[in-house]
């Protein structure tokens, strides 16, 4: 292992492969790749590149689809949460942004900035997830006014979000389809309903668009679940070494605040990785972490630069020894759950002070935009 750690290794060959796995999974579907939040946390613009064979890309917000475009990205991007201002609607007009609309307003700032050329607009509706979304009895005539806006030229589809698809036995997503199927008739547009968690667990609802994020960094969208079991490989390693190995006696303790109390004479190795770094200030001791492919514990509260280790399970470890926080041989989903929070969450709050290291890569790494 070389190079500044800790770093982020991000396998781009796994990427792809994850790809393929939801291709498999969804064949008759087209595949808009979500990767807001900077990818995810793996860099917004490597992921890009790497999904060339994705049919759009798909992002949060304008800004991020205009700096996906000055990264020279000619994909089709889809802007999830539409324009929030005029200046957001007249700049995803300008460089081809499809839009979602979720809101009457935003249909009447497409309406006032006249764009020069037809927008590719998506209406949004609200089938109980009840955050973004025309209630379904008003989105025909929102439909009507965006027809009439895009003049005919741009291919208006329609959109929903399942709010508990990642509970497979949770009734609510067979009750939001219900709620969606009727008005996907009526209006007889291409339809995008699917997160991972509805690609992978409700093939009814793949509809002609599904719209994947998680599975393709290799993590698992269902509660308890892990990637491997879904085929799919993980993205991400975060790792870093040991930069201390203690012995400490029965009774001491470690750490601020000293919450953990050593139970017998033990060695305590030190790890160069902390909240500073997004490693989750609130995983408690016994989240695994991999020292030297050996699990251990972690004891004691995590610091801004560095964790402590139980090292009594790797009598063998020494400094300098590797360890992964999470990734290949620790799933994320298994750290996510002992910090209380979910894969999401870990892989986005990665910080920018660490190292990026490209698996993979059919260019030579981006100097930016981690
Ligand atoms: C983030 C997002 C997705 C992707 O969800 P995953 O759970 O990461 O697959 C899909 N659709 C919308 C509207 C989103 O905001």
């Known amino acids: 292992m070389s190079g500044q750690m800790p770093q982020v290794v991000i396998d781009l060959d796994a990427l792809r492969h994850n790809l393929g796995v939801a291709r498999a999974r969804a064949p008759a579907s087209r595949l808009m790749a979500v990767i807001k939040a900077n990818g995810y946390g793996h860099g917004m613009r490597r992921v890009a590149q790497a999904l060339g064979e994705a049919d759009a890309l798909a992002v949060a917000r304008v800004g991020e689809g205009a700096q996906l475009r000055d990264a020279g990205i000619a994909a089709r991007i889809v802007v999830l949460e539409g324009g929030f201002d005029a200046q957001d609607v007249a700049e995803a007009a300008g460089r081809g942004l499809d839009l979602v609309f979720h809101h009457e307003e935003q249909i009447a700032l497409l309406a006032a900035a006249r764009p020069a050329r037809p927008t590719r607009a998506w209406l949004k509706v609200d089938t109980g997830m009840h955050r973004l979304g025309f209630q379904v009895e008003a989105a025909p005539a929102a439909h009507a006014r965006l027809v009439a806006l895009a003049r005919g030229n741009a291919p208006v589809g329609l959109m929903t979000h399942f709010a508990s698809a990642d509970d497979p036995g949770d009734p609510a997503t067979r009750e939001q389809l219900d709620a969606f199927r009727p008005l996907a008739a009526r209006l007889g547009v291409p339809v995008s309903i699917s997160n991972s968690a509805g690609l992978l667990g409700c093939p009814e609802a793949h509809g002609d668009w599904v719209r994947p994020g998680l599975m393709l960094y290799g993590a698992s969208p269902f509660l308890g679940g892990r990637a491997a079991a879904l085929g799919l490989r993980p993205v991400m390693t975060l790792r870093s070494r040991l930069i201390a190995v203690n012995h400490y006696r029965r009774g001491e303790r470690v750490g601020y605040g000293g919450t953990y109390t050593c139970p017998e004479d033990m060695p305590v190795g030190v790890v160069a990785v902390g909240y500073g770094d997004g490693y989750p200030r609130h ?83 981006l100097d930016a935009g981690r």
Do not use: H, K, N
């Not at 964790?307 to 020494?318: H, M, Q, Y």
């Not at 799933?331 to 709050?349: F, S």
């Open 283 to 365: 995983a408690p001791s016994g989240t695994p972490v991999l020292v030297g492919g050996v699990r251990v514990p972690l004891v004691g509260r995590v610091s801004m630069d560095m964790i402590s280790v139980d090292l009594r399970g790797a009598p063998g470890a020494r400094l300098g020894d590797p360890a992964v926080l999470w990734g290949e041989g620790l799933p994320v989903e298994e750290v996510a759950e002992c910090a209380g929070t979910i894969p999401y969450q870990l892989t986005c709050a990665v910080t920018g002070r660490v190292a990026v290291v490209e698996r993979g890569a059919e260019r030579p790494p």
